[in-house]
T-cell receptor, first 114, second 114 residues
Framework: NAGVTQTPKFQVLKTGQSMTLQCAQD?????MYWYRQDPGMGLRLIYY???????DKGEVPNGYNVSRLNKREFSLRLESAAPSQTSVYFC?????????????FGNGTRLTVT | LAKTTQPISMDSYEGQEVNITCSHN???????ITWYQQFPSQGPRFIIQ???TKVTNEVASLFIPADRKSSTLSLPRVSLSDTAVYYC???????????????FGSGTQLTVLP
């Protein structure tokens, strides 16, 4: 049982390049999330999808787009990468969007933008 | 969203009980308290959740006083492998789809010494 799988694990981009971070979960969860984690700042929510077919902005959505491709997959796209987007990106899923449904996280994608 | 305050770091020795307190003075009636653990290079992992009084599972206990303005995560007899960052989250479990309930703070870095 893989849980939440993120690809790639590492990525280096030049300013202005685009890329898509992939996330898939095999737990039949309804809700999925993208976070970024910067040193000393904890995790900040970028976008989330409460259920298949819906997406909503989180705390720091600027510069990102998301696609809930199906129930299993939730991708995060950077259209024009900037150095400020250098971070570790975590995808998570939960059975439902309410707080008492624990989040299950992937192991992250470490992105560096030069 | 109830803002949370935790100590930035704590040190302990193997075999000791560790208590990490989270302050949430503005907690609302419908808010639950959830704790996560994060090891280096991994995503956070759900530990425990509660609403009031005491909750215990195989990993930890969560103590919540009657006024619910704080909560204490208790880890019995810690080992070196408990060295991690611990996050306290507070949010309304009934406000489904609210991004603000999914905000992590900076957490508490617990270091267990031999």
């Amino acid at each position: 049982n893989a849980g939440v799988t993120q690809t790639p694990k590492f990525q280096v981009l030049k300013t202005g390049q685009s890329m898509t971070l992939q996330c898939a979960q095999d737990m039949n969860h309804n809700s999925m999330y993208w976070y970024r984690q910067d040193p000393g700042m904890g995790l900040r929510l970028i976008y989330y999808s409460a259920s298949e077919g819906t997406t909503d902005k989180g705390e720091v959505p600027n510069g990102y787009n998301v696609s809930r491709l199906n129930k299993r997959e939730f991708s995060l796209r950077l259209e024009s990468a900037a150095p400020s987007q250098t971070s570790v990106y975590f995808c998570a899923s939960s059975e439902s969007p309410v707080l008492n449904s624990p989040l299950h996280f992937g192991n992250g994608t470490r992105l560096t933008v030069t | 969203l109830a803002k949370t305050t935790q100590p930035i770091s704590m040190d302990s020795y193997e075999g000791q009980e560790v208590n990490i307190t989270c302050s949430h003075n503005n907690i609302a009636t419908n808010d639950y308290i959830t704790w996560y653990q994060q090891f280096p290079s991994q995503g956070p992992r759900f530990i425990i959740q509660g609403y009031k009084t005491k909750v215990t599972n195989e990993v930890a206990s969560l103590f919540i006083p009657a006024d619910r303005k704080s909560s204490t995560l208790s880890l019995p007899r810690v080992s070196l492998s408990d060295t991690a960052v611990y996050y306290c989250l507070v949010g309304d479990i009934e406000r489904a789809g609210s991004a603000r309930q999914l905000t992590f703070g900076s957490g508490t870095q617990l270091t267990v010494l031999p």
